[in-house]
């Protein structure tokens, strides 16, 4: 198993919470995916923007959080949060980087100090000032978080604006059919995220996809479409094992890729906090 204990360094995406209108709905599958149980967001107040707390669940596996899930009235998505040491400081990079602050920096009880953004191209995310919550407690192990990916149509521009917002640096990966690069957070030049450039026709452009662990994805991915799921890329076999893209049922879009493979990324933490 993977845990987490302490924050995570600034620069890292270390939380993903998903907006959905059928809350219900939204337990039942990933409680049978991924076999999450849920506990309410009462620590949170107010989550979110005004989030009401019945409306924001905790999803827990091993009585530790890997996600969030709230209400929301718009299209259905996961957001990736980046770790920030100062969340006022970087939403105003945000907007001197040319990004667009969607929701700024508010106070969630002493859990977080949150905020939303848009880069340059459009694509969401928030930044996460940890307080009592340091974001992700497990990782790297079935149903959790191994993985995020900013899919842009905007390559150079992506890489400028996240390394003025967060200091990234980039690490090039040799393909002969794509542009794609690690991204590396200034703490310790750890492999935190990927970057990849892509055509308007990719099902994922414009946004940071979020990738799950799984013992299993074949079987993953069987019980996500016999729930009413769609494969926006199938079944693949790579480098780093299977991986498939999913669009559940409520319209958000996520990875899945093998769990033992997703320890090549960037989500171990230290190995004093390994367990």
């Known amino acids: 198993m993977s845990t987490k204990i302490s924050n995570w360094p600034a620069g890292t995406p270390m939380w993903v919470d998903l907006g959905v209108q059928d809350l219900e709905a939204a337990k039942g599958f990933y409680a049978d995916l991924f076999g999450w149980q849920f506990l309410p967001g009462g620590q949170f107040g107010e989550f979110g923007g005004g989030t009401a707390v019945e409306d924001y669940l905790l999803a827990h596996l091993g009585g530790r959080a890997v996600a969030g899930i709230g209400l929301r009235q718009d299209r259905a998505g996961w957001t990736t949060f980046l770790a920030t040491d100062d969340a006022g400081v970087t939403a105003r990079k945000i907007e001197a980087a040319g990004g667009r602050v969607t929701a700024h920096p508010c106070d969630v ?17 928030g930044v996460w000032q940890a307080g009592t919550h340091i974001g992700a407690e497990r990782v790297n192990e079935h149903g959790s978080l191994c993985w995020n990916e900013l899919r842009t149509l905007s390559y150079p521009a992506a890489r400028s604006f996240y390394a003025e917002v967060f200091g990234h640096s980039y690490q090039e990966i040799p393909a002969e059919d794509r542009l794609y690069a690690t991204i590396r957070r200034p703490h310790d030049g750890r492999e935190v995220a990927g970057l990849q450039c892509v055509s308007p026709v990719d099902p994922a452009h414009g946004h940071w996809l979020t990738w799950f662990a799984s013992d299993d994805v074949e079987a993953t991915v069987r019980m996500a479409t016999e729930r009413g799921s769609k494969l926006l890329e199938p079944l693949t076999e790579g480098p780093l094992g299977r991986t498939a893209i999913v669009q559940a049922p409520q319209g958000e879009v996520f990875g899945v890729t093998d769990a033992p493979h997703s320890s090549r990324f960037f989500r171990q933490p230290p190995d004093q906090e390994l367990r």
Do not use: M
């Open 109 to 125: 009880t002493t859990s977080v100090r949150t905020a939303l953004a848009e880069d340059t191209a459009g694509a969401a995310f």
